[in-house]
């Protein structure tokens, strides 16, 4: 999101082709995702683990319950889904910033475990 909007901020690409990337990413997350479930599925790789089951559905229900909330649950997905994106932006930033490979994995593996322990949104993961 940040390099097609500087681009298009500085007027080196037109806001055509940055909309086209957008749609290509999402796109691409889609058909990521869907390829995912898919391979999940054909593989069975959740039949013998219906704890494991019982968990996504409980994760997958506690990130839908702000539809139930009204505009304060609009608002609470809102500010996750911006956390969730700085905390994917930071792990990538510090993955490149890092010029050794222990820096580089300490770096990024620190705001992903924060990702995942706060169960922030984020349209690729969640999808």
Same mark, same amino acid.
């Given at each position: 999101?940040?390099?097609p ?9 037109t ?8 749609? !290509?990413?999402? +796109?691409?997350? !889609? ?14 790789? +959740?039949s @013998? ?8 559905? %409980?994760? !997958? ?6 539809? %139930?909330?009204?505009?304060? @649950? ?8 911006? +956390? @969730?994106?700085? +905390? ?24 992903? !475990? ?14």
């Amino acid at each position: 999101v940040i390099v097609p909007t500087f681009f298009l901020s500085t007027r080196q690409v037109t806001s055509l082709r940055c909309w086209g990337f957008w749609a !290509i990413s999402f +796109l691409g997350n !889609i058909a990521g995702s869907i390829l995912l479930g898919a391979l999940i599925k054909g593989g069975n790789v +959740l039949s @013998g683990h219906p704890d494991i089951k019982d968990r996504l559905r %409980e994760i !997958i229900t506690s990130k839908m319950v702000f539809h %139930e909330n009204g505009v304060s @649950g609009w608002w609470q997905a809102f500010c996750s889904a911006i +956390l @969730g994106n700085w +905390l994917v932006g930071m792990a990538a930033f510090n993955a490149t910033a890092a010029h050794t490979v222990s820096g580089k994995i300490l770096g990024s593996s620190i705001p992903v !475990i924060m990702f995942a322990a706060l169960g922030v949104q984020h349209s690729p993961a969640n999808m």
